[in-house]
C-alpha cells in the first residue's frame, strides 16, 4: 500500500514537473526583458532550436528561439522578417553579463506579434 | 585556424544544407533516430557487460554476446550516422561546446576498449565456446567495467551538450 502511494505521488509529481524544466533556462535570468534592434541574421528554422542574430547598439545578440516545429507554427518562417528589419524582442536574457544571447518567448517586427512560447509571456 | 576552418566547411558542406532546408521536423527525426541507436547500444552492451562481470553466470557467454554484439553495433552505427547530419546542421555553433568535444573523445575511448577487447585471446576463447581461466574472465570483466564506465560518460557528456 505505501509503495503503491510513493509510485503515484512521484507519477504525480512527474506528471505535473512543468514543461519549463526542460532545458530548465538554467543559465539564463528569470526576468523577461526586451531589446529592439536591427536584424543581422534573419531566422533560421533548423538545429534544435530556431534561431536569428538581432544587433543592439553595436552589440550582436544570439536569439534563441522555441524549436523550429514550435517556432513555425507560431507564424514565424525564415522569410517573415527581412534583414535589416527592425524587430522587438522579448525574452530571458543569459545570465553571463558578456554573454549577449536571450532565450526568446515574443517576437515583434512590424506590429505582428509572434509569440513562440505563449505560455512563457 | 584548421579546427575552424573544418566546423564551417562541414555546416556548408551539402549535408549540413540539407539538414537546414529540409522542413522544420527534419532535426527532430534524426535526433529521434540518434536517441533510438544509443538505445540499442546501451541495453546491449549492459547485458553484455553485466555477464561479463559476473551476473546471470548460468547463460552460456558465447550465446548472449554474439547477439549483444551485432545489436551494440547497430546502435553505435545509427548513432554516428545520424549525429553527423546533427553537428553538420550548425557545426560552427559548437566551436566552444566543451561537453560535446569531450563526449567524441569518450565515444574514442570506447571504441578503443571494443577493438582492444575483441583482439584478446580471452575474447576469442569465448567466442569459441571454450572455458576461460580466471585470469580470462578477469580481463573480460575489466573491458565490462571500461565499457559501462565510458558509455555511460559519453552519454551524459552528449545529453549535457544540448544545455551548454
Not at chain 1, 63 to 90: K, W
Not at chain 2, 24 to 46: E, K, P, Q, R, S
Request: hydrophobic share 50%; net charge positive.
Amino acid at each position: 500500500m505505501t509503495v503503491r502511494m510513493l509510485l503515484l505521488a512521484a507519477l504525480f509529481a512527474a506528471a505535473t514537473t512543468p514543461v519549463l524544466a526542460h532545458h530548465g533556462w538554467g543559465g539564463n535570468e528569470e526576468k523577461i526583458t526586451e531589446l529592439t534592434g536591427t536584424v543581422v541574421k534573419p531566422v533560421s528554422l533548423a538545429g534544435p532550436h530556431a534561431t536569428m542574430q538581432v544587433k543592439v547598439a553595436n552589440v550582436v545578440w544570439d536569439i534563441t528561439l522555441a524549436p523550429p516545429p514550435r517556432t513555425s507554427a507560431a507564424g514565424l518562417r525564415e522569410n517573415s522578417i527581412p534583414m535589416g528589419a527592425t524587430v522587438t524582442v522579448r525574452g530571458n536574457r543569459s545570465l553571463e553579463a558578456d554573454h549577449h544571447e536571450m532565450k526568446v518567448v515574443l517576437v515583434v517586427h512590424n506590429g505582428k506579434r509572434y509569440a513562440v512560447y505563449p505560455d512563457r509571456l | 585556424m584548421v579546427f575552424h576552418d573544418f566546423l564551417q566547411w562541414l555546416e556548408g558542406s551539402p549535408l549540413g544544407h540539407a539538414m537546414r532546408s529540409s522542413g522544420v521536423w527534419t532535426y527532430a527525426i534524426v535526433n529521434l533516430f540518434h536517441i533510438v541507436g544509443i538505445a540499442l547500444l546501451f541495453g546491449a552492451i549492459m547485458l553484455l557487460d553485466l555477464r561479463l562481470l559476473g551476473a546471470w553466470r548460468s547463460v552460456p557467454l558465447a550465446s548472449l554476446s554474439r547477439p549483444a554484439v551485432t545489436v551494440a553495433g547497430a546502435g553505435v552505427t545509427l548513432a554516428v550516422l545520424t549525429g553527423i547530419p546533427m553537428f553538420a546542421t550548425k557545426a560552427t555553433d559548437y566551436a566552444d561546446n566543451t561537453f560535446l568535444f569531450l563526449k567524441f573523445a569518450l565515444v574514442g575511448l570506447a571504441l578503443l576498449n571494443v577493438l582492444a577487447l575483441h583482439r584478446s585471446p580471452a575474447w576469442r576463447a569465448q567466442a569459441a565456446g571454450q572455458a576461460l581461466s580466471v585470469i580470462q574472465e578477469r580481463r573480460l570483466a575489466l573491458a565490462a567495467g571500461c565499457s559501462l564506465v565510458l558509455w555511460f560518460s559519453a552519454i551524459t557528456c552528449g545529453r549535457l551538450a544540448g544545455y551548454w
